[in-house]
C-alpha cells in the first residue's frame, strides 16, 4: 500500500511516499526513494497484490530512471542499486498501524 507523509524541507512542508509492505504478521514501511540517484520507485506489481503474484519478476520495487530494483524487504537485486531502500520504523496498535517518520 502506498502512502505519502509530510517532512520538513526548510520552511516548507513536502511530501514524501512510502510503501507498507505486509509479509506475514510483520509490517514494514519503504521509503520510496531509490537510492541511487533519488527517482521515486514503483510497486512491480498490483497494489495491493500477494507476494506471491511476483512470480519471475527481478524486483517487487522497479526504478524507472535506471532500472535498478529493490526486493520486497527493500534490498538492492539489480544494479545500478546497491543500497536498500530506507525503512521506517512501524508499529502496530489498536489494530491500526502506525509509522514513525
Ligand atoms: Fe533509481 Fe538510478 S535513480 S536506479
Do not use: N, Y
Not at 510503501?19 to 521515486?40: N, P, Q, S, W, Y
Not at 527493500?74 to 544494479?79: D, L, S, T
Request: proline residues 7%; charged residues 20%.
Amino acid at each position: 500500500k502506498r502512502f505519502a507523509f509530510p517532512v520538513a524541507a526548510g520552511w516548507e512542508t513536502r511530501q514524501r511516499t512510502a510503501f507498507l509492505v505486509r509479509k506475514g504478521d510483520e509490517v514494514i514501511a519503504l521509503d520510496a526513494t531509490c537510492t541511487h540517484l533519488g527517482c521515486m520507485v514503483r510497486p512491480a506489481f498490483a497494489e495491493g497484490a500477494s507476494a506471491s503474484k511476483l512470480g519471475g519478476a527481478p524486483g517487487a520495487f522497479v526504478c524507472p530512471c535506471h532500472g535498478g530494483a529493490f526486493s520486497l524487504e527493500g534490498e538492492p537485486v539489480k544494479m545500478p542499486v546497491t543500497k536498500p531502500l530506507a525503512r521506517l520504523e512501524t508499529r502496530v496498535l489498536g489494530g491500526q498501524v502506525q509509522v514513525r517518520a
